[in-house]
């Protein structure tokens, strides 16, 4: 009785955390912040192979958005940044705000009361963007990164 009093909640647990990592990023729920990170594609979508020297990394991803050189006694280094836009899901949502009037209430003051409501229709953009650093060393690709970033913007 006893172990199962311990193994249920740690097998709970689990399966939770397990659930948690297979999620695709599109089931969760909406996410306002910007810098949120979720996981990306595959890291090799990009056709990099080691070695490849910078020109070659050039002709297929383009020029890089920002590069971030680092410091190494061993060579020249560099984080070549870019940015790829991948999605961009419109909701149109319908936001309500009352409009607030004072009124006489009879006994020579006033009050305040909801006197109807004004609808603005409005885009909600759920932007998902692919941020992609590669590791360039002696002007050679090395490895890469890709972080996926969601945001949500009302216009």
């Known amino acids: 009785m006893k ?60 020029q890089p958005a920002e590069v971030k050189p680092m410091k190494t006694q061993e060579g020249k280094a560099e984080i070549w940044v870019y940015r790829r836009q991948v999605a961009d899901r419109v909701d149109y949502v319908v936001i309500s705000t009352p409009i607030i009037s004072t009124v006489p209430d009879g006994r020579g003051s006033t009050r305040t009361v909801v006197t109807g409501e004004r609808t603005d229709n409005q885009e909600q953009h759920h932007i998902t963007t692919d941020v992609i650093e590669v590791l360039m060393f002696n002007d050679h690709y090395v490895t890469q990164k890709i972080t996926r970033t969601e945001s949500t913007r009302i216009i």
Do not use: C
Request: no cysteine.
């Open 3 to 62: 172990i199962r009093n311990h193994i249920l909640p740690a097998l709970l647990i689990g399966v939770l955390a397990q659930t948690a990592r297979g999620a695709p990023a599109q089931d969760a729920a909406p996410n306002t912040d910007s810098k949120a990170a979720v996981p990306a594609a595959k890291a090799t979508d990009t056709g990099l192979k080691s070695g490849m020297p910078s020109e070659t990394v050039i002709k297929i991803m383009g």
